[in-house]
């Protein structure tokens, strides 16, 4: 059985459901805790994550008197403590700390550390059988078979909390798999859907982090404007909801106000519509089987006025090719894929490449990859986090080459 809960597949749900955050002070964080803040008969606080805020970590700590709270940062514990003495919050600091966040007896879990150090606590949620909303793209795109094999057999419920993936999972309510002809991905085209490739080539840092729909952090901003985050979207819904690359398609939908569609084998398709809220799809993973009231923009059409599509171009966002191609290739390629990406936007937002580079890298770094062959399967955590580690290795070995060549 899938652990992502499909059609007439409801969880009993206690009256007031216990919450850990991991990622508690990121952007997905602020929501989930925004969501929070609004129903706290509903919900009580287990524990709390952060990568190295102090401050925040421990404001919302004594906020919603978080029985435990962990920071990445292991140099950090002692301000941690200091911040929160006189109360009665367990504190904890570096990697195993953040794992043990994971492993606390928490109903429902929001797995939002970025990267590849979202994995292990992830998992840690997930080997107790609780209800994982995932907002960490590297947990499915870095090692989404053998984590999907670890829920099934757990019995954990994966949430997917990604506004596209939340949209597809609601979508794919309406019919049976073996009904299903494909899923499709929406993409607002980021701030450069209509530029040409040689100005999406020299485009600066401030022009890439100016979005036209959505308020992220600049690490998914920028993955936005390259169309590398719908690549990895693309990569998510595979191991998600077990898709072959054939399944998949990406429409390219200025707006966002549809987040995703799937088609069914009468030619029906269904849809999901809501304002461009990242607070709608996380609340219905937190209130799910239920729904809770959520605190986004009412949708009116007749306001918006118009919907507009477009398919997408893999010439000028060769990001997104490339993401297709690593899922078809497999055995490692996905986490790849993601490791070199995240080398390249660092290099992008350091000065050292073009925007147009990002890509470049990518695809040099994926092509070394599948030229050296013998790839076996990944069967831990441990295993997919040594080839994120040689992968950017790999990548930072290249950057240099790749930032002489021009487009």
């Known amino acids: 059985m899938s652990a ?27 929501s989930t805790m925004d969501l929070l803040r609004a129903s706290p008969e509903r919900y009580r606080v287990e ?145 450069f859907r209509t530029w040409k490739s040689a100005d999406i080539e020299q485009a600066t840092l401030a022009q890439a982090l100016k979005h036209p729909n959505w308020s992220m952090g600049q690490k998914i901003t920028i993955d936005s404007a390259s169309m590398m985050n719908k690549g990895l979207e693309v990569i998510e819904a595979s191991y998600l909801f077990a898709l072959s690359p054939d399944e998949i398609d990406v429409l390219v939908h200025p707006q966002s106000i549809i987040h995703g569609m799937v088609e069914f084998s009468d030619c029906s398709v269904v849809a999901q519509l809501g304002s461009p809220d990242m607070r709608t799809p996380i609340a219905h993973c937190l209130g799910w089987p239920d729904r809770i009231k959520g605190p986004a923009a009412k949708l009116d059409l007749a306001k918006i006025g118009q919907l507009t599509f477009e398919a997408p171009d893999f010439e000028r966002f060769p990001g997104l090719r490339l993401a297709f191609d690593s899922l078809r290739h497999g055995k490692g390629a996905t986490t790849v ?60 070995a290249l950057l240099p080459q790749i930032a002489l060549k021009a487009s």
Not at 5 to 29: E, F, H, Y
Not at 51 to 65: C, D, P, T
Not at 146 to 174: T, V, W, Y
Not at 346 to 367: C, D, P, S, W
């Open 4 to 30: 992502v809960p499909l059609r007439n597949n409801k969880l009993a749900v206690s009256d007031i459901r216990s919450v850990t955050v991991l990622g508690a002070t990121g952007s997905i964080g602020d």
């Open 47 to 191: 524990a709390l994550t952060a990568n190295s805020n102090v401050e925040a970590l421990a404001k919302l700590a004594k906020e919603f008197s978080a029985r435990y709270v962990a920071i990445a940062d292991s140099t950090k514990l002692a301000d941690l403590k200091a911040a929160l003495a006189g109360t009665s919050t367990e504190c904890g600091a570096g990697e195993s700390a953040v794992i043990e966040a994971g492993a606390r007896p928490a109903d429902w879990v929001m797995a939002a550390v970025s990267g590849a150090a979202g994995l292990k606590p992830a998992l840690a949620a997930v080997d107790r059988g609780a209800h994982v909303a995932l907002a960490n793209k590297e947990c499915l795109v870095c090692a989404g078979d053998f984590f999907m094999q670890r829920a099934a057999k757990a019995g954990a419920c994966i949430l997917p909390a990604d506004s596209e993936h939340n949209a597809l999972f609601q979508a794919l309510a309406s019919g049976n798999r073996d009904e299903l002809v494909r899923v499709i991905i929406t993409a607002s085209g980021g701030p």
């Open 337 to 396: 894929y993601n490791a070199a990406n995240e080398v390249a936007v660092a290099a992008f937002i350091a000065g050292k490449i073009r925007f147009g580079a990002i890509a470049r890298l990518v695809e040099a770094t994926l092509e070394d990859w599948i030229r050296g062959g013998n790839h076996g399967p990944m069967t831990s955590a441990d295993d997919a986090i040594n080839i994120d580690h040689v992968s950017r290795n790999k990548a930072a």
